[in-house]
C-alpha cells in the first residue's frame, strides 16, 4: 500500500516516490564549503553594496567635502584647486547664514508637526488595529508614495491656490477673515498659501509624513503588551504607562522617522521653488551656485552644512538617551 | 495560629467566556490570608485567566469577585493591592534593574532616598543587590525571574500573583527556586497566589491546591487531600500516576463494587508466593516492562485476570541491576485495602 510505502522510504530515502537529480560534485563540494564558512557567505553577500557604499557614495560624499575646501577665483570663473577656509567664510556671510537659518527653522517645524501628527496614527496602528484595517492603513500611509512627487507636489499647489479648493472651503464656511488673518501673519504668512512658508510647511508635512509614519508604527508594535499590563499592574495610570514605558519604547522610531523629515528638508529645493517666495533654501543655494554661476566650492560647502546638523542632532538624540531602548 | 483566618480573595459564580469558549465557567472558591495558594491544571484550563481577573486585566462575563471582601467590578489594575510575576517577566528593557524594581514606588512620588534605600532592601532579599545598575539584558533567567519578584513585592502588596514563573528555568534552578519561593512567601507573609501546569510543583509549595480542568474547578484542597484522595478521575490522573481499576477487576480483586484507584507507590512488587495479609489486598501478574528512574523504578506488571498496573518502587538495594532481567517474571502485587480508593465517576 502506498502509505506503508512511504513510512518504509523514510529509512533509505526517497528511493520509491521520485528519481533524484544527480548533484553535480563541483556543486555540492561549494555549498559545503560555504555552510562551514558562514563568513565567507556573509562577505560574498555584502561585497556588492559595500563597493556601492564605499565606492560610489563615501567616495563621492568625499569628493564634494573637498571641493568644499576650494575656492572660486572671482576674476576667472574657475576652481581654484588649493586649500582654504575662504569659502566657508564666504558661507557665514549674512546672507547665507539667513538661508541656512531659513531652512533648519523649516526643517526642525516639519519635524516637530511630523512627530505629533505621525504618533497617534502609528500609535492606533500598531496598538488597535487588526487584520482588515491595519492593511488597509499600511496602504492608506504608502499610497501617496506611489506616485509622483511632482505630481503631489502640484496637487497641493492647486488646493493650496486662491482659487483653489482650500480657499472656496473656507469661504463657504464664512471663514475667510480667519484665512486673511493668518496670511496676513509677518514671515510665515504672503499672498496666499501656495506662496508662503505656512503652505511650504504643509506641503512638507504632508510629503515627509509617511516616512514617520512607519518608524514610529514599528517601534511601537515591538512593545510587548506585558510591559504594559505590568506597569498598570505596578500602580501606573495610563498616563504614566504612557510617558514611563510606551514613550521611551517608541522613541528610537521617533528619532528614526525624525532623520527623515530633518535631511529630507534640509536638502530640498523643488517645494521651495514651487510653493516658495524669492527667498533662497539651502538646496535651492546649492542648485545655483553650482548651475551657471559655476561656484561649486559654494555649493559643496552649503552641501556640507545638513551633514553638519544631522550629525549635531544625532549626539544630542543620543545624548539625551533616545537610543536607550536599542 | 488561632483565631479566624480573613478571606483575601473569594471567586462567586465566576464566569469568563470569549465568544463561544469558556474560558472560565462557573467557578467559586476562597483564598486564605497568608496562604501559599496553587491553582493547577493543563494548558487552557482557565488557571490563568483567573488569575488576570484577580490582577484585573481581565473582568469576569459573569459573577463577582471579591478582594479583602470588597468587589472588585469597576475598580483598574493600578488601584488594586495585587501585584504580579509575569510569565515573561515583563521587566523594562530601557530601566535599570533599580529602576524596575522601583517603578512601583516611582510612581507613588515615594522621595528619592527612601526610594533607594527599599530598592536596596528588596534586591538584598532576593540577593541581587549589587546588579542594581544593569541592564535586564544583561541577566541570566533566574536573575530575571528575582528582579520581577523584587519589583512586585517592595509594593507591599497584599496578594501576590505569579504566572508560571519558573517556565523557563532549567531543573536544578527551579527547584532551588522553588524553595527560595516558599522561604520568601513564609518571611513576608503575604497570601501568595501561583498558576502552573507543574503538578509536582504545585504539591511541593503549596498550602493548598485548586485543580482546574476546561475552565471548571475540580477540587480544591491541601496537596495531600489532592493526591491520596481525588475527587474525580481528571485529578487522579493528572496528579501523579494512577492506577484504575475497572468495576470488574475491582470486585474481583477487591471484592468492591465500582472502580477503584490505587496510587502506584501504595503497591508492593513480591515473590509469586508473597503472604497475603488480613488487610490486603493481592493481583498475581507478569512484568511486562521496566524503566529505571534513578531513585525509583516504575514497573508495568500485566495482571492474569487481565488488565495491568503501574508500580512505583524505590531502588533500595541493588534491584536496578535485576530490574532488566525481571521482565517477564512472575510477580504477586499487594496493597492495603484501605489504599484503594473507590473513584468518584465524573464532577
Not at chain 2, 93 to 114: A, C, F, K, Q, S
Not at chain 2, 237 to 263: K, Q
Request: hydrophobic letters at 45%; aromatic letters at 8%.
Amino acid at each position: 500500500m502506498q502509505g506503508s510505502n512511504a513510512g518504509l522510504s523514510l529509512a533509505h530515502g526517497k528511493g520509491h516516490e521520485r528519481r533524484r537529480e544527480p548533484v553535480r560534485p563541483s556543486a555540492r563540494r561549494l555549498s559545503t564549503l560555504l555552510f562551514f564558512r558562514p563568513r565567507l557567505v556573509l562577505l560574498i553577500l555584502l561585497a556588492p553594496p559595500l563597493l556601492w557604499l564605499g565606492g560610489i557614495y563615501l567616495g563621492s560624499l568625499f569628493a564634494l567635502l573637498l571641493q568644499s575646501f576650494f575656492s572660486l577665483d572671482d576674476y576667472t570663473g574657475q576652481v581654484v584647486r588649493s586649500f582654504t577656509l575662504r569659502t566657508y567664510g564666504e558661507l557665514l556671510s549674512a546672507a547665507n547664514l539667513d538661508i541656512v537659518f531659513r531652512t533648519a527653522t523649516m526643517a526642525a517645524s516639519v519635524t516637530v508637526a511630523a512627530a505629533l501628527v505621525a504618533f497617534p496614527i502609528a500609535y492606533y496602528m500598531a496598538r488597535h488595529a487588526s487584520g482588515g484595517t491595519k492593511a488597509l492603513l499600511y496602504l492608506g500611509v504608502m499610497l501617496p508614495l506611489w506616485s509622483s512627487y511632482l505630481v503631489r507636489l502640484y496637487a497641493w499647489k492647486m488646493i493650496l491656490a486662491k482659487e483653489g479648493i482650500l480657499n472656496w472651503f473656507v469661504v463657504e464656511l464664512h471663514l475667510g477673515w480667519l484665512l486673511d488673518a493668518v496670511l496676513a501673519t509677518p514671515v510665515v504668512g504672503g499672498p496666499s498659501l501656495s506662496t508662503s512658508y505656512l503652505g511650504m510647511f504643509i506641503v512638507f508635512l504632508y510629503m515627509w509624513l509617511p516616512y514617520m509614519i512607519l518608524p514610529i508604527q514599528a517601534a511601537l508594535e515591538r512593545v510587548p503588551p506585558s510591559l504594559l499590563e505590568a506597569s498598570g499592574d505596578l500602580g501606573g495610570r495610563p498616563r504614566h504607562t504612557f510617558r514611563h514605558v510606551t514613550l521611551p519604547l517608541a522613541l528610537p522610531g521617533v528619532v528614526a522617522g525624525s532623520i527623515f523629515t530633518f535631511s529630507l528638508t534640509l536638502g530640498d529645493y523643488i517645494i521651495p521653488g514651487i510653493i516658495g517666495q524669492s527667498s533662497f533654501f539651502i538646496g535651492q543655494a546649492v542648485l545655483s551656485h553650482q548651475g551657471t554661476a559655476g561656484n561649486i566650492p559654494l555649493a559643496a560647502a552649503f552641501s556640507v552644512v545638513p551633514m553638519l546638523i544631522m550629525a549635531v542632532y544625532l549626539t544630542l538624540a543620543r545624548r539625551m538617551g533616545a537610543f536607550h531602548a536599542l | 495560629m488561632s483565631g479566624p483566618v480573613s478571606v483575601a480573595v473569594q471567586f462567586m459564580a465566576v464566569s469568563r467566556h470569549f465568544e463561544v469558549v469558556r474560558a472560565v465557567d462557573g467557578v467559586s472558591f476562597e483564598i486564605f490570608d497568608g496562604e501559599f495558594f496553587s491553582m493547577l491544571g493543563p494548558s487552557g484550563s482557565g488557571k490563568t485567566t483567573c488569575l488576570r481577573l484577580i490582577a484585573g486585566f481581565d473582568r469576569p462575563t459573569a459573577g463577582r469577585i471579591l478582594l479583602h471582601s470588597v468587589d472588585s467590578a469597576g475598580i483598574p489594575p493600578y488601584d488594586r493591592d495585587v501585584n504580579t510575576v509575569f510569565q515573561d517577566y515583563a521587566l523594562f528593557p530601557h530601566m535599570t534593574v533599580g529602576d524596575n524594581v522601583g517603578y512601583g514606588l516611582m510612581i507613588r512620588r515615594v522621595p528619592r532616598r527612601e526610594r533607594r534605600r527599599r530598592i536596596l532592601e528588596m534586591l538584598g532579599l532576593v540577593k541581587l543587590a549589587d546588579l542594581i545598575d544593569r541592564r535586564p539584558a544583561q541577566l541570566s533567567g533566574g536573575q530575571r525571574q528575582r528582579v520581577a519578584l523584587a519589583r512586585a513585592l517592595i509594593n507591599r502588596p497584599r496578594v501576590l500573583l505569579l504566572d508560571e514563573p519558573l517556565g523557563a528555568l532549567d531543573l536544578k534552578l527551579r527547584e532551588q527556586m522553588q524553595v527560595e519561593l516558599k522561604a520568601l512567601q513564609k518571611q513576608v507573609g503575604i497570601t501568595f497566589v501561583y498558576v502552573t501546569h507543574d503538578q509536582e510543583e504545585a504539591l511541593n509549595m503549596s498550602d493548598r491546591v485548586a485543580v482546574f480542568n476546561q475552565g471548571r474547578l475540580e477540587q480544591i484542597g491541601t496537596p495531600a487531600e489532592i493526591y491520596e484522595h481525588p475527587a474525580s478521575p481528571f485529578v487522579a490522573d493528572f496528579v501523579g500516576i494512577c492506577n484504575v481499576l475497572s468495576a470488574d477487576a475491582a470486585e474481583a480483586i477487591t471484592g468492591s463494587r465500582g472502580a477503584v484507584l490505587i496510587r502506584p507507590e501504595k503497591i508492593a512488587l513480591r515473590e509469586p508466593d508473597a503472604v497475603v495479609l488480613e488487610d490486603e489486598c493481592s493481583a498475581d501478574g507478569r512484568i511486562r516492562d521496566v524503566v529505571y528512574l534513578g531513585a525509583t523504578s516504575r514497573y508495568v506488571v500485566e495482571l492474569a485476570r487481565g488488565g495491568q498496573l503501574t508500580v512505583l518502587r524505590q531502588n533500595m538495594d541493588d534491584a536496578h541491576k535485576t530490574a532488566a532481567a525481571g521482565l517477564g517474571q512472575a510477580v504477586r502485587l499487594l496493597w492495603k485495602r484501605r489504599h484503594a480508593q473507590p473513584l468518584v465517576a465524573g464532577t
